[in-house]
């Protein structure tokens, strides 16, 4: 899969991780941030005694979808095109990008702009309108913050959670110029005034827009409508004012009715930004004649998505809503930040899918699956209960079998060794046992990754094995019930 | 009822204090537990770092080695999960001509294994267990323990019946330690903040003794706090409940004075 240029080249997780626990600043602003939205969402989940049947729906719902994804595909298409629309099929993100680009250049127009959309970011649509002399502007306020600050994404939810007050204030005053109306020159970084500069940057830009760009947050197949959830006001414009409507949305992506609907719309808000409803939810059904868009295009995005569903265990990461749930609870994104994760998907929803859309032959990809402790925090709060756990075990495994990790192959090979014979076990703690004395306070080589800043328990002189047999003899294990 | 130890290969190799203090404390409730010789490892760490393969082959000796057993108690919350809860997983990938003898053994052994407090709470049904251990004590709830176990308040329960025992609480509690097995050392930056931060709450919650299930996760939070001189000690909950009386040494780190620096 090509990939949003930006995260090219980058470092495997562990390096890049290091930076970020090193910035006091960033790991302050992301405490702050995620144990806010943390409590918030702990608190309205709370609230409702059927949280957990939910969760199983949600879970029932996109489970039977997956399983029958060409079905709802096709009705979908049907439903879209019926109700005036137009749907394109895109295998991968260059042909997603082609049909964009096509699209925007038969209206004659150079400036689209955007709804905040993680699968145009997947796929690097920005950059490939760039390279073609097409704009496009987000027009959601933390993306516009990283669109103008040239950086990039580090939460699902809030791109910007990097970024403080002041920061986004000097990105403000240095940058809007350059992309349409400047910032005043009295700005503060007050939030209410940081915002109310966003507006008025972006207010012309969507008067005059011919073009928008949109992902969604779910598609019906049994009417074709589309939906998107924000909370800012911007998407209802962008999806209402511009005569073409583009929405490049994942496969996965679609549920069958509008009961199904309603489960997730109940799933989303609380899951995501803590709140009982969601402010902005438009939904919108091909084109109708004297409102809105007068073309409208739906672009499915495959992009590895088959492949994934094609793996028993992974194909459950198909199941996310993006609620950035899993990242505001992740011990590791808390310390590591959103960028170490090298790409569009952060935290531990991202250390699953993005091994499983892009592969693990990369070192950074291969890295991914390892980004975690295993404490399952993330699948607790997962309104689609997802096993991220499980997965990221199972793709451990893959990247084991790719032929990765060739000294840690020869380590757990020698361990397996050595636990295959109790006998063998007890010599190898015997020798430990005497070598106690002389074992140093810092190790050399990779022992140092726990030694540079954790002391390292003696071991004991006889082990529990031995301290048994010589206090009762060589225990016999008796035989089985009769 | 035949009892059985599995102590884990990481006790049995760095901590059997841990380990005769199971012994010890059983004893004293009017129990006696055997030690099958033949059991080595419960197959975690290959298991959770990808090598199924390899997993699949010890959790086969364990099964075989506590099948004789009606309970087998294990003094970490992690490799009691570890048998519970992806045994059965295991079974799914098995060669097909022993799949279903091992899916068997499985199924009769991995329910059978408890971890220490569950074990004591749930089958020997005792709150109380006749230790006395004057100090301030932070109990924390190690991941597996509280997310795939759920063994929920026993070890509470069992803490706050010992005499003498002050238990403080520990903020921020459920919050990952950060060791994480291979984690620790893969990612030991990320790691060593996670663990920092876990230090920095005990130290707040004025323990004299940060108690926990497993000693994996003490040794990461231990090893942090004895590089930062900070003063606490850490003690499994097994050291804890057969201790009966007074640990002199401890009181030689007043923990107060040092979290203040
Ligand atoms: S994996 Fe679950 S918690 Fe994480 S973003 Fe997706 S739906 Fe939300």
Redo the contacts between chains.
């Keep these: 899969m090509s990939n949003g240029s930006a995260f090219l080249g980058l470092p495997a997780?562990?390096g890049a991780?290091?930076e970020a626990?090193?910035n006091a600043q960033l790991?302050h602003n992301l405490r702050k941030a995620t144990h806010t939205i943390r409590s918030k969402r702990a608190a309205v989940v709370g609230e409702l005694d059927d949280w957990e049947e939910l969760r199983a729906a949600g879970k029932a719902v996109k489970d039977h979808t997956l399983r029958h994804l060409d079905h709802y595909l096709v009705r979908l298409e049907e439903a879209v095109t019926a109700a005036g629309g137009h749907v394109h099929w895109a295998a991968d993100a260059d042909e997603a990008n082609r049909i964009v680009t096509e699209l925007v250049r038969a209206t004659g127009g150079h400036d689209v702009v955007k709804v905040k959309s993680m699968a145009t970011q997947e796929i690097g649509l920005n950059e490939a309108l760039e390279a073609e002399g097409i704009r496009a502007y987000e027009t959601d306020l933390a993306e516009l913050i990283v669109q103008l600050g040239d950086d990039r994404p580090s939460h699902i939810l809030v791109p910007a959670i990097h970024r403080n007050r002041s920061e986004i204030r000097e990105i403000f005053l240095r940058e809007m110029a350059a992309w349409g109306e400047p910032a005043p020159d009295d700005l503060t970084d007050e939030p209410r005034v940081l915002a109310e500069a966003a507006r008025r940057h972006l207010r012309k830009r969507f008067l005059t827009a011919q073009v928008a760009v949109s992902g969604a947050n779910f598609m019906v197949a049994e009417t074709g409508t589309l939906v998107v959830v924000e909370s800012e006001g911007n998407g209802r414009m962008c999806l209402t004012l511009p005569e073409t409507l583009i929405s490049v949305v994942g496969i996965e992506k679609v549920v069958p009715t509008w009961q199904d609907l309603a489960v997730f719309l109940q799933l989303l808000p609380r899951s995501s930004t803590g709140e009982r409803m969601n402010p902005y939810t438009s939904m919108w059904t091909g084109v109708a004649p004297s409102d809105g868009p007068r073309n409208f295009h739906l672009v499915l995005l495959d992009n590895g998505r088959s492949r994934v569903l094609a793996d028993e265990v992974g194909r459950q990461t198909l199941r996310c809503i993006r609620c950035s749930a899993c990242l505001n609870v992740c011990?590791?994104y808390e310390?590591?930040g959103g960028h170490a994760y090298g790409s569009v998907y952060p935290g531990p929803i991202g250390a699953i899918l993005t091994p499983q859309l892009r592969g693990t032959t990369s070192e950074l990809d291969a890295?991914l699956?390892?980004?975690?402790?295993?404490?399952?925090?993330c699948?607790?709060v997962c309104p689609v209960a997802i096993d991220i756990p499980?997965v990221l075990?199972h793709?451990?495994?893959?990247?084991?079998?790719g032929g990765g990790h060739r000294a840690?192959?020869a380590a757990?090979?020698a361990?397996?060794w050595?636990?295959?014979?109790?006998a063998r076990?007890a010599r190898?703690?015997r020798v430990?046992g005497r070598a106690r004395r002389i074992v140093p306070r810092r190790l050399p080589g990779?022992g140092a990754?726990?030694t540079?800043?954790?002391?390292?328990?003696v071991?004991?002189e006889?082990?529990?094995?031995d301290?048994?047999?010589a206090e009762?003899g060589?225990?016999?294990?008796?035989?089985?019930?009769p | 009822m035949?009892i059985a130890l599995f102590?884990t290969?990481f006790?049995?190799?760095?901590?059997?204090?841990t380990?005769?203090s199971v012994v010890r404390l059983l004893r004293r409730l009017g129990h006696e537990v055997?030690?099958?010789?033949?059991?080595?490892?419960c197959?975690q760490?290959?298991?959770?770092?990808?090598?199924?393969n390899?997993a699949r082959?010890?959790a086969r000796?364990f099964v075989e080695?506590f099948?004789?057993?009606d309970a087998v108690v294990t003094p970490s919350g992690s490799c009691a999960a570890m048998v519970r809860e992806q045994y059965p997983?295991l079974v799914g990938g098995a060669a097909p001509a022993t799949a279903a003898g091992f899916a068997e053994a499985v199924g009769a052994v991995a329910p059978r294994v408890y971890e220490l407090s569950e074990f004591l709470v749930d089958v020997l049904r005792v709150r109380d267990v006749g230790a006395s251990f004057p100090h301030t004590v932070a109990y924390h709830p190690t991941?597996?323990s509280l997310?795939?176990l759920g063994v929920g308040d026993r070890p509470l329960r069992l803490l706050r019946a010992v005499r003498g025992l002050r238990l403080v609480a520990l903020p921020r509690a459920?919050?990952?330690c950060?060791?994480?097995?291979?984690?620790?050392?893969?990612?030991?930056?990320?790691?060593?903040?996670?663990?920092?931060d876990k230090a920095a709450a005990v130290l707040e919650s004025g323990a004299q003794v940060l108690c926990a299930g497993d000693n994996s996760c003490l040794?990461?939070i231990?090893?942090?706090m004895?590089?930062q001189h900070a003063g606490v000690r850490v003690m499994h909950l097994a050291d804890i409940l057969a201790s009966t009386g007074p640990h002199p040494e401890l009181d030689t780190f007043p923990s107060g004075d040092l979290a203040a620096r």
């Excluded at chain 1, 699956?369 to 925090?377: D, E, F, I, K, V």
């Excluded at chain 1, 050595?418 to 109790?422: Q, R």
């Excluded at chain 1, 006889?462 to 094995?465: E, I, L, P, Y």
């Excluded at chain 2, 760490?45 to 199924?52: L, P």
């Design positions: 997780f562990p991780a290091r626990v090193g790991r011990p590791v310390r590591a890295s699956p390892y980004a975690s402790t295993l404490c399952g925090a699948y607790e499980e075990v793709l451990r495994e893959q990247v084991v079998e840690e192959r757990m090979k361990a397996g050595i636990f295959a014979d109790p076990l190898v703690q430990a990779p990754a726990w540079d800043t954790r002391d390292l328990p071991p004991p006889q082990s529990f094995r301290w048994w047999a009762r060589r225990p016999t294990t008796p035989r089985s019930n | 035949r102590i290969c006790n049995d190799t760095m901590f059997p204090e380990g005769k055997d030690f099958p010789y033949a059991q080595t490892c197959g760490m290959h298991f959770n770092t990808g090598y199924r390899e082959g010890i000796s080695t099948a004789p057993y997983v991941c597996h997310r795939s459920d919050e990952c950060g060791f994480g097995g291979t984690f620790a050392v893969k990612n030991a930056e990320t790691s060593a903040a996670m663990g920092r040794m990461h231990g090893g942090v004895s590089r």
